[in-house]
């Protein structure tokens, strides 16, 4: 089962900031936070991951709360082609491997 | 360019038919791996390699088998006995599963549908 629990959809204005939420009350403490995104009907694309300090890279920046129990995922400029499914996703300690829930689809709009 | 190769992008076969998902990558990277998509769902692990000659299975492996002969190439067969194949197949490589993180790269997928 999936260890994040993220809003099934949203809207954001082109241009302005997206905020997308994400829950992971039972994550570890070593346990990464990833974020992909999925264009429909193509692969997913890495976003960023971390474990407890917030990141920033060219796509976007992920704030994690002190608890580690949420984090959100900021796209700070978003565009039509930001329109995609995104996934919140820990990565297992125990065996490396990816649990994906459903993702939030995000819509863009002029 | 380096990346992830899948063949064919659609593939149909008839109820009953083992059928082989190609996967081949090009950034020498350790570990492939193969999953699943269902509509509105999110990605569920078939199977897993970290290294030539050595896989392990993921969530959803039954009715699936696969080999790892070379580094590049970690091809999936979808035998007759998984009851229900139909859906979009995602390979993914990453440079190994044992590192402090573990960015997948993932291929265009293949949408299998069995008639």
């Known amino acids: 089962d999936a260890k994040t629990t993220q809003p099934p959809s949203m809207d954001c204005a082109e241009g302005r900031a997206a905020n997308l939420p994400c829950n992971h009350s039972t994550i570890s403490g070593n346990e990464y936070v990833y974020w992909y995104r999925q264009i429909h009907s193509q692969g997913p694309q890495y976003i960023i991951h971390?474990?407890?300090?917030?990141e920033t890279n060219e796509m976007a920046s992920l704030i994690i709360t002190e608890d580690r129990k949420s984090s959100t995922l900021i796209l700070p400029h978003a565009t039509l082609r930001d329109t995609a499914v995104y996934y919140c996703?820990?990565?297992?300690?125990?065996?490396?491997?990816?649990?994906w829930g459903a993702g939030t689809k995000l819509i863009i709009k002029p | 360019d380096g990346g992830i190769t899948q063949s064919p992008k659609y593939l149909f076969r008839k109820e009953g038919q083992n059928v082989t998902l190609s996967c081949e990558q090009n950034l020498n990277h350790d570990a492939m791996y193969w999953y699943r998509q269902d509509p509105g769902q999110g990605l569920r692990l078939i199977y897993y390699s970290q290294i030539v000659n050595d896989f392990q299975k993921g969530d959803i492996a039954e009715g699936y088998s696969v080999s790892r002969e070379k580094k590049e190439s970690f091809p999936l067969t979808v035998t007759s006995a998984q009851k229900n194949p139909t859906a979009f197949y995602l390979c993914?490589?990453?440079?190994?599963?044992?590192?402090?993180?573990?960015?997948?790269?993932f291929g265009p997928g293949t949408r299998l549908t069995v008639l």
């Open positions: 996703i820990v990565r297992v300690y125990s065996n490396y491997q990816l649990i």
């Open positions: 993914a490589s990453s440079i190994s599963t044992g590192r402090s993180y573990n960015e997948q790269f």
């Open positions: 971390g474990l407890k300090n917030n």
